[in-house]
């Protein structure tokens, strides 16, 4: 059962990022869906082991992270151009910037009420 909830977390955080992103620049790619979903999946592992701060920290540094590796990929390797951060203040390789970073920050404390939300009515915890 406990599978199933990390599989349903990752779904919704594939279908919900997908439809954000395309709600805001018109457009998504499967990759960053793939994003989504990883990131919801892993702050509802969080949000049941620390505290909201904590997570949207952990949070930020995992998208972060993973939005460097999927841009290493994506936009440099395979040259597909999916997003470039490169007039943004502060970016390493236009990959990743801080402003970006902190916009994950504060969008894992929604993601945050919705894992507590998704444990709370998946199991008795």
Same mark, same amino acid.
């Given at each position: 059962m406990k599978f199933f909830r990390y599989i349903f977390s990752f779904l919704m955080g594939f279908f919900i990022y997908s439809l954000l992103e395309v709600a805001g620049r018109g457009y998504t790619h499967w &990759? #960053?869906?793939?994003?989504?979903?990883? %990131? =919801?999946?892993a702050v509802y592992g969080?949000?049941?082991?620390?505290? =909201?701060?904590?997570? /949207?920290? /952990?949070?930020?540094? *995992? &998208? &972060?992270? =993973?939005?460097?590796?999927?841009?290493?990929?994506?936009?440099? *390797? #395979?040259?597909w151009q999916v997003w470039d951060y490169s007039d943004m203040p502060l970016n390493f390789l236009g990959q990743i910037c801080l402003p970006f970073?902190?916009?994950?920050? %504060?969008? /894992?404390?929604?993601?945050?009420? =919705?894992?507590?939300?998704?444990?709370?009515r998946l199991t008795d915890q």
């Open positions: &990759t #960053m869906a793939l994003c989504g979903g990883a %990131v =919801l999946a969080l949000s049941g082991r620390v505290r =909201l701060i904590g997570c /949207c920290a /952990c949070g930020a540094l *995992i &998208t &972060t992270g =993973l939005e460097l590796i999927v841009g290493i990929f994506d936009n440099l *390797i #395979m040259g970073s902190a916009g994950w920050f %504060v969008l /894992c404390a929604p993601a945050y009420f =919705l894992c507590k939300n998704i444990r709370r």
